[in-house]
């Protein structure tokens, strides 16, 4: 069982400081969010021994990376490590299969070749095994990238912006892919991006980054409704909820998902009952009411406890909930918190008008 990720760095580059303190998850995907200059490449950097802080102290999976205080730095060729960059980076002159031998041959002990046909299937690039990289589209050239860092068999993968460079068509052609990293590796994702629906998409764990620092750090549903950082305040601010194929009502073209306590009615999914997937709710699709109401179009009705209030000062109050076990937010007007008089610890009834299935 792979342990926390520690990591601590202080960098001054003068306009520009870094100053992080972080335990991570030492599985599945932590997404490091934050705007253009918010230090997440900076800090994914360090982690790679690619920037040395002069302060530091890195250990990952029980192993001691870089700690100042007793002059330990391992360079980045003696770091367990896989790491996509925004490009591909592949060799052009070789095969896919070439691409991928290349880092098998980095690998110190041969086992790592035993884990081949599982990355290759992972990553869907098996009949793509004789092509050069130019006869490849983004997509694909990018999945044969996390593949070669796969095939290192990395004590962490890293992975800076991978989809920045690929268009709307292709980002949508990854992104399944990537979706599974989380539910079949055995070592930690630290994945970079400013998309907030990479976020949703991807994340169990995620840090946000302001300027250098780390203003939150925790579970998907749990940071992201945080009302004292910004993603709670945005207009497409949203919570995303793990949730489970229970039921399909055929004749209606429905289908019923249960999460941590309760039930949701979706559009028809085509899935199998069981099949776990991803429910990403807007706030602006979330509407408060003081009772059940006895009749409405809006099929998702339940029970929730207020949990926090904070208004926007531009007419706007930004309502966080308990449903169940899930963290929910919605956005309404001042005047209606107002006139409906919330409060926190107010048990109320939300009504959930639109849903997207994410996974």
């Known amino acids: 069982m792979t342990q926390p990720i520690t990591a601590r760095f202080q960098l001054d580059y003068g306009a520009f400081q870094l100053a992080v303190d972080l335990c991570l998850p030492g599985s599945g995907v932590t997404v490091l969010f934050g705007h253009s200059g918010s230090g997440k490449t900076t800090l994914l950097r360090c982690i790679a021994g690619l920037q040395r802080a002069p302060q530091g102290f890195l250990e990952i ?30 060799f052009p002159h070789l095969t896919v299969a070439g691409n991928l031998q290349f880092g098998l041959k980095r690998i110190a002990k041969p086992s790592g070749a035993a884990d081949l046909p599982h990355i290759l299937e992972l990553m869907g690039i098996d009949h793509l095994l004789k092509r050069k990289p130019d006869c490849l589209s983004g997509g694909e050239r990018q999945r044969v ?8 068999n990395p004590e962490v993968l890293l992975m ?44 169990d764990h995620l840090v946000i980054l302001a300027e250098g620092r780390a203003l939150a750090s925790g579970p998907l549903s749990e940071t992201q409704s945080r009302l004292d950082v910004p993603l709670a305040q945005d207009r497409d601010a949203a919570t995303v909820w793990p949730a489970t194929i229970a039921s399909h009502e055929d004749d209606y073209h429905l289908t019923h998902v249960a999460f941590t306590g309760g039930t949701l009615s979706l559009p028809m999914v085509d899935a199998e009952i069981g099949k776990p997937l991803r429910v990403q709710i807007y706030a ?53 918190a107002l006139l409906l008089n919330l409060q926190i610890g107010m048990e109320v009834y939300v009504q959930i008008k639109g849903t997207s299935i994410l996974n």
């Open 284 to 336: 602006r699709d979330v509407s408060i009411v003081l009772e059940a109401p006895a009749a409405t179009s809006i099929l998702n009705v339940l029970p929730g406890i207020i949990t926090g209030l904070a208004d926007d000062h531009g007419g706007r109050t930004v309502v966080r909930l308990q449903v169940g076990n899930q963290a929910l937010l919605a956005h309404i007007t001042q005047k209606s």
């Open 61 to 90: 999976n029980g192993c001691c990376w870089q700690d100042n205080e007793r002059d330990i730095f391992l360079p980045t060729h003696k770091r367990a490590l896989g790491y996509v960059f925004q490009e591909a980076n592949l």
């Open 160 to 203: 800076d912006e991978p989809l920045a460079s690929l268009d709307f068509k292709r980002k949508q052609e990854i992104l399944p892919f990537l979706s599974r990293l989380h539910r079949e590796l055995n070592i930690p994702v630290l994945y970079v991006t400013h998309s907030q629906q990479e976020v949703a998409q991807l994340a």
């Open 145 to 152: 990238a996390i593949a070669r860092a796969l095939t290192l």
